[in-house]
Structures are given as C-alpha cells and as structure tokens.
C-alpha cells in the first residue's frame, strides 16, 4: 500500500505557502521527499529520520509524526521554481529497506 | 560528469519483442534501484542491488531480468513485452540502504510498446 498524499494538485501564486501532507498505513523509520518537474526525474530534497524530527532546506520544510505516521511538507513563499510533482516516500519499520512513493502532489505556481 | 547514467532515453518497440535498459553511476555508490513509473505518475519500485546482490524483487513479472555486472552497473532486460510495460524506466543509486540515504535519480527510459 503507497502512501496516501494530499491535496493531490494544487495551484499557488507566487508568495503564497503550501502544505503538503503524507499519511502511511505502516510504522515508519523513514520519510523522503521528493521533487520532479515535467520529462525529468526526481530531485531529492530531504529525509526525516524516526524521532520526531523538523528538517529545514531553504524556504522548503517537513515534519514527521511518526506516532500518526505522517509527514507534512511546507513550502514558504513559493517561487514559481517550486512547481512540479512532490513524492514523499517511506521506509517502514519491519521494511526491507524499500522506498516506497506516495500518489504524489502536483505543485503549479504562477506569477 | 552524469551521475547516473541511463541508455536509451527513447525506445518504441513492438509488443512480443526483447529490449534492454543500461544504467551507469560513477558515484561509487554500493546501491542500485531500478523503478516504474506509469501514465499515473505512480513510482514503483521494482529491483534493488547492494553490491551486485539482488534484495528487493518486488511482484514484478519474470520477463523482467536485472543484472548487475559490477556495483556500477544494473541493467534491465525485458522480454516478450506487452502494451502494459509501456511507462518511464529510472534507474537510481545510494550509497548505502533506502532507509536513511538519498537516492540519484537517472533520466530515464521512456519505454512505447506497440
């Protein structure tokens, strides 16, 4: 079962924030998120680790509830270079060291 | 200077024929993935390779063939293939497990079966 991610498209003006949110069904060590633009791959953007962490990239930050097994990612003041699809992925608990990405989240900022 | 490397960007092709994918990384990375990504956007994982040793083979069919020659290298052989394996093929590596390293996306392979 993929993680389930919300809103599934989105359309900001530029300066506006975003939420994203993540939510699993299984315990998790890990969540990754990830950014892909249209015909290209994906681009890392960060891991939260199991514990409860805040991590921080630029104007971009996520936070993982792992009790809730879901992560958020906030994007500040986005700038139209944010647009794209965003992935989180996840590692569970009991996994076999397996990413497995959520439905994804299309981002489109216009100015 | 690629990271990680994928040929061909492009292949069509006619249902019933073999075709393979070639992936390089020159990241020294002991890790190499090689994911599905359908007309939905979904990504799927479909092999891992840690140090030319297979450990994640998810249900995918056995026309599906992996190999890895060296940690460099995973490539994808496919045969017989089917309207349904029509997707984007990414290769990726990190240096160690998927639980708390970033991965390397390659380009990918656009794959059109006909």
């Known amino acids: 079962q993929q993680p389930v991610q919300s809103p599934q498209a989105v359309i900001l003006r530029e300066g506006e924030d975003a939420v994203i949110n993540c939510s699993s069904s299984?315990?998790?060590?890990?969540v990754h998120w990830y950014r892909q633009k249209h015909g290209e791959a994906p681009v890392f953007l960060m891991i939260l680790l199991k514990g409860g962490e805040q991590k921080g990239h630029d104007k971009i930050s996520a936070s993982f509830n792992e009790k809730k097994q879901q992560s958020s990612l906030y994007l500040t003041a986005s700038q139209l270079s944010y647009s794209g699809t965003y992935f989180c992925?996840?590692?569970?608990?009991?996994?076999?060291?397996?990413?497995?990405f959520g439905t994804g989240t299309r981002l489109t900022i216009i100015p | 200077d690629t990271a990680v490397s994928q040929t061909p960007k492009y292949l069509v092709t006619q249902m019933g024929n073999d075709k393979s994918i070639k992936c390089e990384q020159n990241l020294g990375h002991d890790t190499m993935y090689w994911y599905k990504q359908d007309s939905k956007k979904f990504l799927k994982i479909m092999f891992s390779y840690n140090n030319k040793e297979l450990i994640i083979n998810e249900t995918v069919p056995n026309r599906f063939s992996p190999k890895s020659p060296d940690k460099a290298h995973l490539n994808l052989h496919i045969n017989s293939l089917e309207l349904g394996d029509s997707a984007v093929y990414f290769c990726a590596s990190s240096p160690g497990g998927a639980g708390y390293n970033e991965q390397f996306f390659g380009p990918g392979t656009r794959l059109t079966v006909l």
């Open positions: 299984k315990a998790l060590y890990s």
């Open positions: 992925g996840t590692v569970s608990v009991f996994g076999n060291e397996k990413l497995t």
